[in-house]
């Protein structure tokens, strides 16, 4: 079936597509002459790289001209339901309340703080303090990111990172708050950063230049030069840096896929040595300290995670005591600690609570909620002798909403619910919890959410999304702009297949190396499901998803053309053998651990067998819109401008396909808030025009 986008004008009076040159390249892997007809297209530097894209932009733009008016409508219903000038609930640290705003008309956010009144409470008359105006700062950038964040312990620094390319490259700047004078000349590739007790002190995380791989420890006094302190040799490890709530002990944590290293040193004598826990294949485990008590999350002899603490003294596996026993049925995915309290983070089912333990009174409560489907993730509790946990709570029926629990009654204070204007009324949807049925038999948890009086009769439009990858569990959040969908008659779907965690450990590992496939035989399975059951019919399924779910989204097109309408790829990992051949590469060596390592012959031949660039035949393939930023860092921009050119020499069919690059973003598109729901809304009404839907 042709595509619906170009119904209204002849084949003949359609624009050209770019057909992309090919050169010789090839290479010898495991005895096999590999060639590749567009590795010329790995030279960013290349005037013909670029003219290239430029002729894709073209393309696509002319393609979907007939539809800018719908692009231009979804837009404004987008920008129309924020509150653009709006505060984030403030959050005490010291004697400080730190907050967000926003702008009516600005791109970016503004940071700032107010000082506590005498009772500790915010007070809206205090005198604001304008940490880092966004705004100002994004002035002459196509792109602009801030990344990390930290303020001094004497609260007079601030020490954050900034990237102005999208290729998540950050660089660190440390501001005086009193005069707003640089303190320290900018350092490049800055992953991580953590203050000492002394206030003059950082320790730093920086990343390799060209594998992206933060390996290196450094510490920098103000007004001395960075030290390297420490570098992680090992490829399948990478470093995180943080301190424990208490901030008396910085962590550094090496860390690969199926193994953790964690290092202690107290922040009051930061040019002392760490003093390591331990480094045990398959041992993945995390700490936090009280006292003189270490807590620690960890795997041992436990699939989905128990909590064990000891003596910090003498922290070793004979002194543990168990706090939380394993559950076979529930995953711990975090813990953390206050002075009086433990909260322990779990996901049972697909659905996230919280237990809290009383040391006073040693009694434990559950936060959770009693909707069918929801998110639930701490919103920011920084002080370590808080009696308040703050967390987020949404559905898909619920916008985004801060509360406060109080950890010794559990009683609940709403602060914030995220206003959606233009009439939003949460009693005009349903969202409910779908099982279905894999061919092995395992039940495939989904969520669903559509307009109240939505025909289940096969009939209706759907759009099917899913990740699976890395243990990323699918959230079931809200979204604003997924409204001018449904208001239009499409039912969503999120599917948690598996390669993700949300059914526990198991889930993660029977949907990652050597069991990868199950990924995408989840998604087709799950989308078959749907048909049957009469949620939508295939000439009305549409699907999408990015990064390692652009890789699902290839995929499962390669395997099964026929099932879907549309296909939205987005920053898709689709030339998974070129990439995973080059260690030089980010996501690559690091990555051996999730997808395999295809220097091993069997590893490479099960990841040939499934990677989209390698599989593509001469047959008919849906409609598909494939996006990318040239600076992406994830996934280089060559593979999904790779896929496209090699995709149309192959494909059998009419059907539209479409390259979309943005020429000044990376991973995760444009910065910009406003530029963010433009692109948005050029992807939704791609969409809809798929289902024929004009306005």
């Known amino acids: 079936m042709a595509g619906l986008i170009a119904t209204s004008v002849h084949a003949a009076d359609l624009p050209t597509p770019p057909v992309a040159a090919k050169t010789a390249w090839q290479e010898t892997r495991h005895g096999e002459v590999v060639t590749d007809d567009y590795r010329w297209m790995h030279k960013k530097t290349d005037p013909a790289v670029i003219a290239h894209l430029n002729a894709e932009n073209a393309y696509t733009e002319a393609m979907t001209a007939s539809f800018k008016p719908l692009t231009d409508t979804l837009y404004a219903e987008m920008k129309g339901r924020i509150k653009e000038t709006d505060l984030s609930v403030p959050t005490r640290k010291g004697d400080y309340f730190y907050y967000f705003r926003s702008e009516a008309g600005k791109q970016y956010q503004v940071y700032a703080r107010r000082h506590a009144n005498a009772a500790k409470a915010y007070d809206e008359k205090a005198a604001e303090e304008v940490l880092l105006d966004m705004n100002a700062m994004a002035e002459g950038h196509k ?22 390319t999208g290729f998540r490259q950050y660089e660190l700047h440390v501001k005086d708050l009193a005069s707003g004078k640089e303190l320290v000349a900018a350092q490049p590739r800055i992953t991580g950063l953590a203050w000492a007790a002394d206030n003059q002190t950082l320790l730093l995380l920086q990343e390799d230049a060209v594998t992206k791989r933060s390996d290196r420890l450094l510490r920098i006094k103000l007004g001395g030069q960075p030290e390297q302190v420490l570098t992680e040799k090992d490829e399948l490890f990478a ?42 294949k398959g041992h993945r485990y995390e700490v936090d300290v009280r006292g003189k008590e270490l807590y620690i999350l960890t795997n041992k002899n436990a699939k989905n995670f128990r909590v064990v603490k000891a003596p910090l003294a003498t922290p070793d596996e004979k002194h543990w005591t168990e706090v939380v026993p394993h559950n076979a049925d529930v995953l711990i995915t975090d813990i953390d600690m206050f002075q009086n309290f433990l909260v322990v983070s779990e996901r049972s089912q697909a659905l996230d609570r919280l237990r809290i333990y009383d040391f006073t009174s040693k009694h434990w409560q559950t936060v959770k909620f009693d909707d069918e489907v929801y998110t639930l993730r701490q919103g920011g509790t920084p002080e370590y002798t808080a009696s308040q946990l703050r967390l987020s709570y949404q559905s898909p029926l619920t916008p985004a909403t801060t509360l406060d629990v109080d950890m010794k009654t559990g009683k609940q204070t709403v602060l914030k619910r995220q206003e959606v204007l233009g009439g939003f009324d949460p009693s005009r949807y349903e969202a409910h919890r779908l099982w279905a049925t894999a061919r092995d038999g395992v039940k495939v948890p989904l969520w669903t959410i559509y307009k109240k009086g939505t025909k289940l009769d096969g009939s209706a439009p759907l759009l099917l999304y899913a990740y699976g990858s890395y243990g990323i569990p699918a959230t079931a959040a809200f979204s604003s702009n997924r409204l001018s969908l449904i208001d239009r008659g499409v039912i969503f779907v999120q599917a948690h297949i598996r390669g993700g965690n949300d059914m526990g450990e198991h889930w993660h590992e029977d949907g990652m190396l050597m069991k990868k496939k199950n990924t995408f035989y989840d998604f087709i399975d799950s989308a078959e499901w749907l048909i049957a059951n009469k949620y939508t019919n295939k000439d009305k399924l549409v699907i999408q998803g990015g990064s390692a779910g652009g890789l699902l989204m290839g995929a499962v097109t390669n395997m099964r053309p026929d099932l879907f309408h549309a296909v939205h790829a987005a920053v898709p ?67 999904p401008a790779k896929y496209v050119a090699k995709l149309r020499t192959y494909k059998t069919d009419s059907n539209p396909l479409l390259l979309k690059v943005n020429m000044g973003a990376g991973h995760g598109g444009a910065s910009g808030r406003y530029d963010a729901l433009k692109e948005q809304a050029f992807i939704q009404a791609w969409m809809l025009a798929q289902w024929g839907i004009t306005q």
């Open 143 to 164: 792109f602009f990111a801030v990344g990390r964040m930290a303020v001094s312990p004497n609260a007079k620094l601030l020490a954050y990172t900034t990237d102005t």
């Open 239 to 280: 470093l995180s840096l943080s301190t424990t709530r208490d901030e008396k002990y910085f962590v550094l944590q090496s860390h690969a896929t199926d193994t953790h290293e964690v290092r202690l040193l107290p922040t009051a004598t930061p040019t002392a040595a760490f003093r390591s826990l331990g480094r045990n």
């Open 573 to 639: 990992f689709v030339d998974v053998m070129n990439t995973m051949m080059d260690a030089s590469l980010p996501l690559t060596t690091g990555e051996y651990l999730e997808w395999g390592n295809p220097n091993e012959k069997a590893a490479y031949d099960y990841m040939k067998s499934y990677s989209p660039y390698d599989n593509i035949e001469k047959k008919a393939y849906p409609s598909m819109l494939v996006t990318t930023g040239l600076n992406d860092s994830q996934v280089m921009y060559w593979e």
